[in-house]
């Protein structure tokens, strides 16, 4: 814009009287120039820097398909692309393991446990946000401190609680997803947020209507943190898709496994180093299956969770 | 709420507890979900820690016995130093590198969608295949000592040399550490740009500017990535038992046997149930006390915008 300025005959009025206020002024134009030039040299190298950066996050994942391509003598090469691709590695892998059914499983836990916690943590995090109550704040700092309670130390004694009502190994993937019914500490706090800004007075309104507190929560609510609802969903639909420990404690018939857990018993079978049959070809072509899916849900859904992330992390 | 007069008192006390019936209404999944499936599991897990239990036969009180063995046992402090040295390679790595990557994409403006996209997709990745994918990369003659052979540098056995096992989980950790660099991208454009333009006035330089604006601005996110990273790092655990354990031999083991991996082989291989729960229970605490300090810590530190402070 200073270039634009400085090409014009006669500058305008505005110009010359800051000119004539602060003499300064026309030097930092000559500045300006020399800056720009700067600015864009170091522009060019920013994008650099980060093309480079992107190539060290994205990269690994091309390796992964290129080695998923590969025959069995040839995975560990480290050659980019070998021809003939060995497509037929993705067939194998399906003829040898169940991946079907794994996938439908991961599914299916993925989408009950997604829904139940949203609409349990919802629930709740309006009762936090809209109602006033004794212990209100004391019951609210239990939701953030159980937030810090690591899983690690939760994850025997909910073991012995479904094994206690005989849901190990359950063909309804019960211990998989059910506790969500009863909300997450984090949701809750993340929803509150965004019930605590709506304005009270649509409440109110609603209130005046005659509209009970249900189907307060549900019209009026629930429409407009939709947004939000979907961060939730996405985030756990995510979370569950990805989570090995659970499978892996609960899940014990290979027809009942989820993709990770059946991709941890194909690593298991097939790694060479740690005395596997070799094959790790295979192995590649089904982590590449186990990987797709919820990279084209992220692509689909990425607004929800950069937006999510930057939330949670702002208001934490 | 307090502010009643004595005409109003009845009428307002049935209103109060109308909303009270309301709000335990709608807390109650989670009240329920935290009893069944926090508060008792705690106690629970407190007092089998307190017993010898293979969940076939009924908990068998022992005493401080669980306790004492776990002094004795020397993969106790093996796995604990083992995992602290993974935290604390691992949380420094993540801030100061999402801090970067933040600061650079703040300044390239409208592309910083798509490297953002980028950054954040090995998060998305199953924790199992992060394991498997960097089986490969981090292979004897793999990608990555491809790419240090390149700078002439004679590239370890990250799998097998005990060595070098954990820097290669390290590394292979801050590949995912886009949702960082997400958040701190975020806390970043909520500095106010008129502060940088005050202080260039001033005179003041890139690394001041940076000291003294965007580091306090940006100190709640630095503060809260700290302690999530951290608590999660004590409890790493999906991507190393995929490439470590559970097969057959047992290269590299003893230098990946971090806590949580230790914790769950004591549980599930061995069924020794209460041994297990003393050790879930000492790695709580030793949570509680490092987020202790970091909480007392960042009073100090922690910059809240519009504080009076």
Same mark, same amino acid.
């Given at each position: 814009?200073?270039?634009?300025?400085?090409?014009?005959?006669?500058?305008?009025?505005?110009?010359?009287?800051?000119? #004539?206020?602060?003499?300064?002024?026309?030097?930092?134009?000559?500045?300006?120039?020399?800056?720009?030039?700067?600015?864009?040299?170091?522009?060019?190298? *920013?994008?650099?820097?980060?093309?480079?950066?992107?190539?060290?996050?994205?990269?690994?994942?091309?390796?992964?398909?290129?080695?998923?391509?590969?025959?069995?003598?040839?995975?560990?090469?480290?050659?980019?692309?070998?021809?003939?691709?060995?497509?037929?590695?993705?067939?194998?892998?399906?003829?040898? #393991?169940?991946?079907?059914?794994?996938?439908?499983?991961?599914?299916?836990?993925?989408?009950?446990?997604?829904?139940?916690?949203?609409?349990?943590?919802?629930?709740?995090?309006?009762?936090?946000?809209?109602?006033?109550?004794?212990?209100?704040?004391?019951?609210?700092?239990?939701?953030?401190?159980?937030?810090?309670?690591?899983?690690?130390?939760?994850?025997?004694?909910?073991?012995?609680?479904?094994?206690?009502?005989?849901?190990?190994?359950?063909?309804?993937?019960?211990?998989?997803?059910?506790?969500?019914?009863?909300?997450?500490?984090?949701?809750?706090?993340?929803?509150?947020?965004?019930?605590?800004?709506?304005?009270?007075?649509?409440?109110?309104?609603?209130?005046?209507?005659?509209?009970? *507190?249900?189907?307060?929560?549900?019209?009026?609510?629930?429409?407009?943190?939709?947004?939000?609802?979907?961060?939730?969903?996405?985030?756990?639909?995510?979370?569950?898709?990805?989570?090995?420990?659970?499978?892996?404690?609960?899940?014990?018939?290979?027809?009942?496994?989820?993709?990770?857990?059946?991709?941890?018993?194909?690593?298991?079978?097939?790694?060479?180093?740690?005395?596997?049959?070799?094959?790790?070809?295979?192995?590649?072509?089904?982590?590449?299956?186990?990987?797709?899916?919820?990279?084209?849900?992220?692509?689909?859904?990425?607004?929800?969770?950069?937006?999510?992330?930057?939330?949670?992390?702002?208001?934490? | 709420?307090?502010?009643?007069?004595?005409?109003?008192?009845?009428?307002?006390?049935? =209103?109060?507890?109308?909303?009270? =019936?309301?709000?335990?209404?709608?807390?109650?999944?989670?009240?329920?979900?935290?009893?069944?499936?926090?508060?008792?599991?705690?106690?629970?897990?407190?007092?089998?820690?307190?017993?010898?239990?293979?969940?076939?036969?009924?908990?068998?009180?022992?005493?401080?016995?669980?306790?004492?063995?776990?002094?004795?046992?020397?993969?106790?402090?093996?796995?604990?130093?083992?995992?602290?040295?993974?935290?604390?390679?691992?949380?420094?790595?993540?801030?100061?590198?999402?801090?970067?990557?933040?600061?650079?994409?703040?300044?390239?403006?409208?592309?910083?969608?798509?490297?953002?996209?980028?950054?954040?997709?090995?998060?998305?990745?199953?924790?199992?295949?992060?394991?498997?994918?960097?089986?490969?990369?981090?292979?004897?003659?793999?990608?990555?000592?491809?790419?240090?052979?390149?700078?002439?540098?004679?590239?370890?056995?990250?799998?097998?040399?005990?060595?070098?096992?954990?820097?290669?989980?390290?590394?292979?950790?801050?590949?995912?550490?886009?949702?960082?660099?997400?958040?701190?991208?975020?806390?970043?454009?909520?500095?106010?740009?008129?502060?940088?333009?005050?202080?260039?006035?001033?005179?003041?330089?890139?690394?001041?500017?940076?000291?003294?604006?965007?580091?306090?601005?940006?100190?709640?996110?630095?503060?809260?990535?700290?302690?999530?990273?951290?608590?999660?790092?004590?409890?790493?655990?999906?991507?190393?038992?995929?490439?470590?354990?559970?097969?057959?031999?047992?290269?590299?083991?003893?230098?990946?046997?971090?806590?949580?991996?230790?914790?769950?082989?004591?549980?599930?291989?061995?069924?020794?149930?209460?041994?297990?729960?003393?050790?879930?229970?000492?790695?709580?605490?030793?949570?509680?006390?490092?987020?202790?300090?970091?909480?007392?810590?960042?009073? =100090?530190?922690?910059?809240?915008?519009?504080?009076? =402070?």
């Amino acid at each position: 814009m200073t270039i634009q300025q400085g090409v014009g005959g006669a500058p305008p009025p505005s110009t010359v009287a800051a000119a #004539a206020t602060a003499a300064p002024a026309v030097r930092t134009r000559t500045e300006e120039r020399a800056s720009s030039s700067n600015r864009l040299l170091s522009r060019i190298l *920013y994008i650099g820097v980060l093309v480079l950066a992107t190539l060290i996050f994205v990269f690994p994942f091309l390796w992964l398909v290129s080695a998923s391509l590969k025959t069995r003598a040839d995975v560990f090469s480290n050659e980019f692309i070998i021809l003939p691709l060995q497509f037929h590695n993705y067939s194998d892998v399906l003829a040898i #393991a169940p991946m079907a059914r794994w996938f439908v499983n991961s599914a299916l836990v993925g989408v009950l446990a997604a829904v139940t916690v949203t609409i349990s943590s919802a629930i709740v995090a309006f009762g936090f946000a809209y109602f006033r109550f004794p212990f209100r704040n004391v019951l609210f700092g239990l939701v953030l401190a159980s937030m810090m309670l690591p899983g690690a130390v939760l994850m025997i004694p909910n073991f012995l609680i479904w094994n206690a009502l005989g849901q190990v190994n359950s063909p309804l993937f019960t211990p998989l997803w059910a506790g969500n019914l009863f909300a997450s500490a984090f949701y809750v706090f993340l929803l509150r947020q965004f019930f605590l800004g709506l304005p009270r007075e649509l409440f109110e309104a609603a209130r005046v209507d005659g509209a009970s *507190y249900p189907r307060m929560f549900w019209s009026v609510a629930v429409p407009l943190t939709r947004a939000a609802l979907i961060v939730v969903f996405i985030f756990e639909l995510k979370a569950s898709w990805t989570d090995l420990v659970k499978p892996l404690i609960f899940m014990r018939d290979i027809t009942l496994y989820t993709l990770p857990l059946g991709l941890k018993s194909l690593v298991d079978r097939f790694n060479p180093t740690t005395g596997g049959e070799g094959e790790f070809q295979l192995v590649m072509a089904a982590s590449v299956i186990v990987t797709l899916p919820m990279i084209l849900v992220f692509f689909l859904g990425q607004r929800y969770f950069l937006e999510g992330i930057a939330t949670t992390g702002s208001k934490g | 709420m307090a502010t009643t007069g004595a005409t109003a008192a009845p009428k307002r006390r049935w =209103r109060v507890s109308e909303q009270t =019936r309301w709000g335990y209404i709608f807390l109650l999944p989670w009240i329920i979900g935290f009893v069944v499936f926090t508060a008792g599991p705690m106690l629970a897990s407190f007092y089998l820690s307190f017993t010898k239990y293979n969940v076939i036969r009924a908990p068998q009180f022992i005493g401080l016995r669980n306790y004492e063995l776990m002094l004795d046992d020397r993969r106790i402090p093996l796995s604990l130093l083992n995992t602290a040295f993974y935290a604390l390679l691992h949380v420094p790595g993540v801030i100061i590198f999402s801090l970067l990557l933040a600061m650079l994409l703040l300044r390239v403006g409208r592309s910083s969608g798509a490297f953002r996209t980028a950054f954040y997709l090995p998060n998305v990745t199953p924790a199992v295949a992060v394991g498997t994918l960097f089986l490969l990369l981090l292979a004897g003659n793999g990608l990555i000592n491809q790419v240090l052979g390149v700078f002439g540098i004679d590239g370890p056995n990250w799998l097998t040399d005990p060595t070098w096992v954990k820097p290669g989980i390290v590394l292979m950790s801050w590949w995912t550490l886009g949702a960082t660099v997400v958040i701190y991208f975020a806390a970043l454009r909520n500095v106010p740009v008129e502060l940088y333009e005050a202080a260039q006035i001033d005179g003041a330089n890139a690394w001041a500017q940076f000291k003294s604006i965007t580091l306090p601005y940006i100190s709640g996110a630095i503060f809260f990535t700290v302690i999530v990273n951290t608590i999660a790092s004590l409890q790493i655990f999906a991507e190393v038992y995929t490439m470590f354990f559970g097969g057959k031999s047992g290269a590299g083991q003893e230098a990946a046997l971090f806590y949580t991996i230790y914790l769950f082989q004591k549980a599930f291989a061995d069924l020794d149930f209460g041994y297990a729960s003393a050790m879930g229970w000492l790695l709580f605490v030793i949570i509680l006390v490092i987020t202790l300090i970091q909480v007392r810590l960042s009073n =100090r530190f922690v910059f809240y915008a519009g504080d009076s =402070r």
